[in-house]
């Protein structure tokens, strides 16, 4: 009987915070998917990318060859590389992200005579009329080009490999690229770049709770539940999570009621039933001297003497209706929705309401004895 009177099926995540942990998770995947922590340190360093591009220029014009068109090195940049969206777990993108982070560039320095001077002699041996029409990097250990590149596989040698693509003008033989070594320092800085990073993008910016700064702000509240799972088993875990809870019922007696329903309607229909309760006591004491006779059927505020039927009187009025839905609220309620609220606002009420209804009662008991005595005492 008491499965029947009172049970739940209760989900561990409120609705309206599992629907914003899914918010999170889906920007999280945007972000990793867009993949631009790379162009982020890339467009820290344009400056230093620009000044790389201007001593290879230089190279090229000491060895008194042309260039066509505005060809860039596009070198890459150094930094610690967050998880791998695959198999990451939010923990660990959430210790990377909230962390310091090393991040560095290429900066061309030494070597630009030497390599001018060989670069023109291998141009003259290949190519009558040459045009240098790209360049690019090479010879790093895990990539080239744009690539970001992880500190912990740093060049063995300050020299890097410069490459240069030359066509003829008109074009007489096939293309031979040339390579030239050059000399280079890494410039880096320590920070949390990574924060700077999710400012600056779309995606990002929602990540961050703009008034503390704290990252996965709605995600935090239930941390322990998914900080071990990565974005895609975090993500079915709350979608199945928002599936239960969908279904939560809880049962009065054997009759189901919706969960958010019951959270505002527990504590309206006690106010109600409280309401109409002391409203009968009211007009029962309005007439009280009109009554000829305690009535035959049992009123336990009306027992004379019975000091334990009147608390228990007291008891089922005011202190069980307040702890109950108190419990109601405090199992069931979720402080973010509307329905915990209302819920929370009519039990005060309530709690009014049961106050008033012992006044009453006793107000009554008052009235309804002292006619009782008055008719026994008359002749």
Not at 65 to 76: F, H, T, V
Not at 116 to 139: D, F, I, Y
Not at 325 to 335: A, S
Request: glycine content about 6%.
């Amino acid at each position: 009987m008491a499965n029947e009177a009172v049970g739940v099926n209760k989900s561990e995540i409120p609705d309206a915070l599992v629907t914003e942990n899914l918010k999170t998770l889906r920007l999280l995947h945007q972000l990793l998917m867009v993949e631009n922590w790379g162009t982020f340190i890339t467009d820290r360093y344009k400056n230093y990318e620009n000044q790389n591009d201007k001593f290879v220029r230089d190279i090229v014009q000491r060895a008194s060859l042309p260039l066509q068109g505005n060809p860039r090195l596009n070198e890459p940049v150094f930094g610690d590389t967050p998880p791998s969206k695959e198999n990451a777990k939010l923990l660990q993108l959430d210790a990377f992200i909230s962390g310091s982070q090393k991040i560095g560039v290429l900066q061309l320095n030494a070597g630009k005579q030497a390599a001018a001077e060989q670069l023109k002699r291998l141009v003259t041996a290949r190519n009558p009329h040459p045009v240098v029409s790209g360049m690019w990097l090479s010879g790093f250990t895990g990539g080239y080009g744009q690539q970001i590149m992880d500190w912990g596989n740093p060049p063995l040698v300050p020299t890097v490999t410069l490459n240069l693509n030359i066509n003829d003008q008109p074009q007489t033989t096939p293309n031979q690229p040339v390579w030239v070594v050059v000399g280079f320092t890494i410039f880096s800085e320590n920070g949390h770049f990574a924060v700077d990073w999710l400012k600056t993008d779309s995606f990002g910016r929602k990540l961050i709770d703009p008034s503390t700064g704290q990252v996965f702000q709605h995600l935090k509240r239930f941390w322990e539940k998914v900080n071990a799972l990565s974005v895609e088993e975090a993500t079915v875990f709350l979608q199945e999570q928002l599936e239960t809870s969908t279904r939560d019922t809880l049962y009065f007696f054997g009759i189901p009621v919706e969960k958010s329903l019951a959270i505002s309607a527990g504590p309206i229909v006690s106010f109600s039933i409280l309401l109409f309760l002391c409203l009968h006591i009211r007009h029962f004491r309005s007439i009280a001297v009109e009554i000829d006779s305690v009535p035959h059927y049992p009123f336990l505020p009306l027992f004379r003497g019975a000091m334990g039927a009147l608390l228990v009187t007291y008891a089922t009025v005011l202190v069980l209706p307040v702890l109950a839905n108190e419990e109601l609220l405090r199992r069931f309620g979720n402080w973010e929705e509307r329905s915990t609220k209302w819920g929370a606002a009519f039990a005060f009420l309530m709690g009014v309401m049961g106050v008033w209804t012992i006044i009453e009662i006793h107000l009554l008991r008052r009235r309804w004895f002292r006619v009782l005595d008055a008719r026994r005492a008359a002749p």
